[in-house]
């Protein structure tokens, strides 16, 4: 028999605290000609009936599922309130959730996953986030619910630029962009966003393509500077004139040539053997390729450590901080300075300036099927209270189509898409959480290449 | 039709109409001549056997349950917070109304709404209110001898007493509860929760028995009159659990496969062995539990089922659906 509720009615879930707009956002849609019949539920009042307008308002009611998962918590209003909705023959072509100001946008999203009858009738298609340009970097500060909410969007509505100056709102654009690089981002005065700009986004569907932000797929290194050096084999000295913390971890290894492929070629080893234990240096001891991490500890007026080198070639030195900071100088056995053939410095990873963050990774390359599977559920389980979304498209080793998934928290869902045809087979995902750790998830997802 | 044996009956409605909008619920008078509709239009939409139809009370928004009392009073509640007793309409609160349940001696009627039940006479004189409850009140349902009432609520099934509705114990539970039942014989609560598990109680004992492995979350409920079978949904299947001896703890539940949608409502024929399947695949389904596994009859319209009721004789079936169809069916095949 042919289901009545086939067509699935799509959703769009509004947060932002107090003040930022929501309310002429919701009255702007209401009376708008887009040509859409659109319900709205509130969550002020508690619950009354339909008006005419088509407004339902409804008191939150937050149920946590019993099946041990602490993560699967959902508005048990919602499934009431929808459910009966969805029964009026009448249907509507749009609903709209409005949480309250400092709600965590979590439960409500969940609540279209985790009820059967949710999920036969309505779609998820977006978290749009209002935000209030002139009072971001406060609630930033305050209330851990701001990030939050940015952090779960799909779009993004700055609201109030009028309000604040244009170097301001570039800063506060970079802010919110380092908490979620996957968002649109709309500048808006008096909440004059667009009505097909806040729906029909299509935030959870599947199909749709994955646009990272550049910044966000920068891999991280433990490592601020390395320098690439062409050494004859006797005893360098390494002077490091500046002690900005009592030590500083040091690793040199050799490679083929001063290029940046070649670079590029020793990052990965260089990244793994930095989370490795180092070894401290004593007084008389020497950093030699390819020993390992070498902790050396810093005086302040300055230190010396002898450099061994024992065959000739050309050898990169990575160094914790960066050499300006550390004043660092290697001085050949003849007490010449050398400089490095090629240097970098590399941007220090900023994982824990802001506790909510987007880790993108991209990598060429097919995918172990079950191993990541069993990766992924293992990170969920372990730190899926901290992952508020996550988005990816795979190439799974014999899978000739696009692997594409999504989940929220613990919550997860994927499917094979298109085929890839001509397209490059590359991985691409992004996280978006609490204390991300880039490096293990870097690695972890590594390991799952076949 | 996947599982109907070739031996199934075929049931013919005897009278039917056509409500304004989806059908949330039914109910049968004491004297089996009328059936009474909610429809998600807000109509209270009263069918004779003879094909009369007529309108008792109209919601100002959907209607959500309806029940006639013992003595054949009829009463309804709606998303407009209003009830109605015999067509006179009342707004008791600024909440939906969830639920009403008639007392089974008929003299009192138990409403619930937003978190608290309030109790009425039968001339619609307000009596008792609960306290405010730690949840919405999902479900309501009356101990046989009317001394107690229990309130189904994310968080447990509260009861409460009767006279007064002061709070008379708690059913902690950790979960949301959906639909509840009390056995016939007042020793078992039964209740169906959103995270897809049915949960038992022994009222005397306060001994309780969890079940999980449903496919959905479970709101079908129903005793057999001696109380020996709960009948469960909670997914296509029909899943009945056996409370002979120590049952039914490790014992494996009989399950009922006819349907290929989602059940809507579950029920067996007061008096009588049969049990009524209604579902979302249009069909409403006969059955004899614990004697076979094949429908004795089969009804179907070309519609999602939603609702369904018994008359008091086990003889009609009446089924709603969700295109607002109202059957009164023949359900008294020979067997």
Redesign the interface.
């Known amino acids: 028999?042919s289901?009545?509720s086939a067509q699935k009615t799509p959703v769009t879930v509004l947060t932002g605290f107090l003040g930022s707009g929501k309310t002429t956002l919701l009255n702007r849609i209401l009376t708008e000609q887009h040509g859409l019949k659109i319900a709205v539920i509130e969550n002020e009042y508690?619950?009354?009936?339909?008006d005419n307008d088509l407004i339902i308002d409804a008191?939150e009611?937050i149920?946590?599922?019993?099946?041990g998962c602490i993560c699967c918590t959902?508005r048990?209003?919602l499934?009431?309130i929808l459910g009966?909705l969805m029964?009026?023959?009448e249907r509507f072509d749009h609903i709209l959730i409005e949480t309250t100001g400092l709600a965590d946008p979590g439960p409500v999203i969940q609540t279209f996953f985790v009820?059967?009858?949710m999920q036969q009738m309505l779609s998820l298609d977006g978290v749009i986030t209002l935000v209030d340009a002139a009072h971001l970097a406060l609630h930033l500060d305050d209330a851990p619910e701001a990030s939050e909410q940015i952090a779960f969007a799909d779009v993004i509505v700055l609201n109030k630029v009028d309000l604040v100056d244009p170097g301001t709102l570039d800063t506060l654009e970079q802010r919110v962009r380092a908490l979620n690089g996957v968002a649109g981002i709309h500048r808006v005065q008096q909440a004059a966003v667009p009505v097909e700009k806040v729906v029909g986004v299509g935030g959870f569907d599947l199909a749709r393509g994955l646009e990272i932000e550049p910044e966000l797929l920068t891999p991280s290194y433990p490592f601020e500077w390395l320098g690439a050096y062409k050494l004859r084999p006797g005893s360098y000295t390494l002077v490091l004139g500046a002690a900005p913390d009592p030590a500083v971890n040091l690793l040199l290894l050799p490679m083929p040539a001063a290029t940046d492929a070649d670079i590029d070629a020793v990052l990965r080893e260089a990244t793994i053997t930095f989370s490795t234990d180092p070894l401290t240096l004593g007084s008389d001891g020497a950093v030699s390729a390819s020993a390992g991490l070498a902790s050396v500890p810093l005086r302040t007026g300055g230190t010396s450590v002898t450099l061994r080198v024992s065959d000739p070639g050309t050898y990169v030195l990575f160094c914790e901080h960066g050499a300006e900071e550390l004043e660092l100088a290697l001085l050949d056995p003849n007490g010449v300075e050398a400089a490095p053939a090629l240097s970098r410095q590399i941007a220090p990873d900023h994982e824990h300036d802001e506790a909510v963050g987007s880790v993108g990774i991209t990598e060429a390359g097919e995918l172990h099927g079950e191993r990541f599977n069993a990766w992924l559920s293992k990170l969920l389980q372990e730190k899926g209270q901290d992952i508020f979304r996550m988005k990816g498209v795979l190439a799974i080793d014999g899978l000739a189509e696009r692997f594409v998934f999504q989940g929220v928290h613990m919550l997860f869902d994927g499917r094979p898409d298109r085929p890839w045809g001509q397209e490059e087979r590359t991985n691409k995902l992004i996280f978006i959480g609490r204390n991300l750790d880039r490096g293990a998830l870097e690695q972890g997802f590594r390991a799952c290449l076949a | 039709m996947p599982g109907l044996s070739a031996t199934a009956n075929v049931l013919s409605p005897v009278a039917q109409t056509q409500a304004?909008?989806?059908v949330?619920a039914l109910a049968f008078s004491p004297t089996g001549d009328t059936v009474a509709a909610a429809a998600?239009?807000g109509s209270i939409t009263v069918l004779g056997l003879d094909g009369a139809t007529r309108i008792a009370a109209r919601h100002?928004?959907?209607a959500?349950t309806v029940a006639f009392s013992s003595s054949g009073q009829l009463a309804s509640g709606g998303?407009?917070?209003q009830i109605a007793i015999d067509g006179v309409l009342q707004k008791i609160a600024?909440?939906?109304v969830a639920r009403v349940a008639w007392r089974p001696d008929g003299a009192l009627l138990a409403v619930a709404y937003?978190r608290r039940v309030s109790t009425y006479d039968a001339g619609g004189a307000h009596q008792a209110t609960s306290g405010e409850l730690p949840?919405?009140v999902?479900c309501l349902g009356w101990h046989p001898r009317g001394v107690q009432l229990a309130a189904g609520t994310?968080g447990g099934v509260q009861l409460l007493r009767g006279n007064g509705l002061a709070r008379d114990g708690l059913l902690a539970?950790?979960?949301?509860v959906l639909e509840l039942a009390i056995s016939p014989n007042g020793r078992r609560l039964a209740h169906g929760?959103?995270?897809a598990?049915v949960h038992f109680w022994d009222l005397r004992k306060r001994s309780e028995l969890e079940m999980w492995g449903y496919?959905?979350?479970v709101r079908q409920l129903a005793w057999r009159h001696d109380a020996r079978y709960l009948a469960t949904g909670g997914g296509d299947e029909v899943t009945l659990w056996d409370f002979a001896g120590r049952g039914p703890e490790g014992t494996r539940p009989i399950t009922l496969e006819g349907h290929d949608?989602?059940l809507a409502w579950l029920g067996f024929a007061p008096a009588s062995r049969r049990l009524a399947s209604v579902a979302?695949?249009?069909r409403a389904l006969l059955w004899l539990p614990g004697e076979t596994v094949q429908p004795l009859g089969a009804f179907e319209l070309?519609d999602?089922l939603t609702c369904g009721a018994w008359s008091h004789d086990g003889r009609l079936l009446a089924v709603g659906s969700?295109?607002?169809a109202i059957a009164i069916i023949d359900a008294d095949p020979a067997t």
């Not at chain 2, 539970?173 to 949301?176: A, R, T």
Request: net charge negative; glycine share 16%.
């Open positions: 028999m289901n009545p508690g619950e009354v009936g339909i008191e009611e149920f946590e599922m019993n099946n959902v048990g209003d499934i009431r009966t029964r009026r023959k009820d059967d009858e | 304004a909008d989806w949330d998600a239009d100002e928004h959907a959500t998303q407009d917070g600024s909440e939906w937003g949840a919405t999902a994310y539970w950790k979960g949301s929760n959103q995270d598990s496919a959905r979350k949608e989602p979302g695949d249009g070309g999602p969700a295109g607002g």
